[in-house]
Nanobody, 131 residues
């Protein structure tokens, strides 16, 4: 059974940092691209960052996607040995306030990120950024 458990959300002041984690289970994590999504109150869930399946070249950027609003502030990474996905968030802004989710996606490259593939969502983790 596919399962995602997100953690690391908190209340933080603008300009602060947080590191989100996602523990994945029930599928071959190392063979799937992964993504972070967020949903702000009253808005639709949107993708913010994705990463391809490999974890042996952390500085290789061509297989990572970032939406323009988080470029230069957020960094996605993964550890296939731990079935874990991470999102380092720096210089947080009030508009980053949302519930954050992880999901398997069809693909990831510098230009775009594929759709979620496993039709499963976790509970998410809430990030609140105060001004």
């Amino acid at each position: 059974q596919v399962h995602f458990l997100e953690s690391g959300g908190d209340l933080v002041q603008a300009g602060g940092s947080l590191r989100l984690s996602c523990a994945a289970s029930g599928f071959s994590f190392e063979n799937h691209a992964m993504g972070w999504f967020r949903q702000a109150p009253g808005k639709e869930r949107q993708v913010i960052s994705c990463i391809a399946w490999r974890d042996d070249a952390p500085d290789y950027e061509d297989d990572k996607y970032y939406v323009d609003t988080v470029k230069g502030r957020f960094t996605i990474s993964r550890d296939n040995a731990k079935n874990a996905l991470y999102l380092q968030m720096n210089s947080l802004k009030p508009e980053d306030t949302a519930t954050y989710y992880c999901a398997a996606v069809a693909y990831s490259n510098r230009v775009s990120c594929g759709e979620p593939t496993l039709a499963v969502w976790g509970q998410g983790t809430l990030v609140t950024v105060s001004s």
